[in-house]
Every structure is written in structure tokens, then in C-alpha cells.
């Protein structure tokens, strides 16, 4: 399984390091199962081999909506977009069971237009329905 980390996984890293901790004990795998890591000058190395440099933990530490998996590659937030239902899905980080945050796009037209920009409405739904919908005004391309 590959190592999925959050702000939730980072922030307790950052922390373990600015106490000087040589070694911290966390989840790499959103909550299942802890693991310890060690803490280094140059960043943190997992025992399943990947690095990540401080630079890293510091951009992961700062999104609180999104899970990032780590690979020798580096690391990319876990999303996808479907061209057929125009939905952008993303693992959101949560201390419980994972969570996907879907987010729907409608093209402006069926939405009409506020002082001359076009509005689309985004709606952000859960595994259990809807959560939030909301419009704006963010130009559509």
C-alpha cells in the first residue's frame, strides 16, 4: 500500500521536528495503521523506502483538502476529473474513514450571468448526498 499523507499525518511531523524528535510515530495509510517514521535535517524517510524533503511536509501540511501518496516519483494530490459527468472527485483528509469530496461543474449557460461574468454553480457532495452548493463568478474556460 502506498504512503497517503494529510495535514493531519504532517502537522505532528512538523511539530516532532521543531521538538528535535529523531523518530515520530504516525498513520501512512489514513488512520488504518501507524508506523514510525524517522526525522532527519533533509526531511523524513518512510520504512518502506520513499523520502520527502521539509519543503514537501510544509506544502502537504498546508492543504486541508487534499491526501497526497508519496513515491520515489514525489507527490500529487489524490483527484480525478470525469469529462463525462463533469465531476472533479478528491480524497478528502479526515480524521475517521476516508472521505471523497466531489465537486460538480454546470457550464454557465444554465446558470445565466451576474454584472457580466458568466456564473456556474459548484456543489460539493459526500459519500452520504450533499453538503454544500454554492455560485460563483469564477470565469468559465
Not at 500500500?1 to 493531519?8: E, G, R
Not at 523520502?51 to 520515489?72: F, G, H, M, Q, T
Not at 465531476?87 to 445565466?112: I, N
Request: glycine fraction near 6%.
Amino acid at each position: 500500500m502506498p504512503v497517503i499523507l494529510s495535514y493531519i499525518q504532517t502537522r505532528p511531523l512538523l511539530e516532532a521536528r521543531r521538538r528535535g524528535q529523531a523518530v515520530v510515530e504516525t498513520s501512512l495509510d489514513l488512520g488504518i495503521s501507524n508506523t514510525s517514521i524517522t526525522l532527519s535535517a533533509e526531511g523524513v524517510s518512510f520504512a518502506t523506502g520513499e523520502r520527502l524533503d521539509w519543503a514537501s511536509v510544509e506544502k502537504i501540511s498546508r492543504s486541508e483538502v487534499n491526501c497526497y501518496p508519496i513515491s520515489a516519483q514525489g507527490m500529487q494530490s489524490v483527484q480525478t476529473f470525469s469529462q463525462e459527468t463533469n465531476r472533479l472527485c478528491s480524497l478528502l483528509p479526515t480524521r475517521g474513514a476516508p472521505s471523497m469530496r466531489v465537486y460538480e461543474f454546470k457550464h454557465p449557460s444554465s446558470t445565466g450571468y451576474l454584472c457580466g461574468c458568466p456564473v456556474y454553480m459548484i456543489r460539493l457532495t459526500s459519500r452520504v448526498g450533499p453538503i454544500h452548493t454554492w455560485e460563483t463568478t469564477v470565469p468559465w474556460s
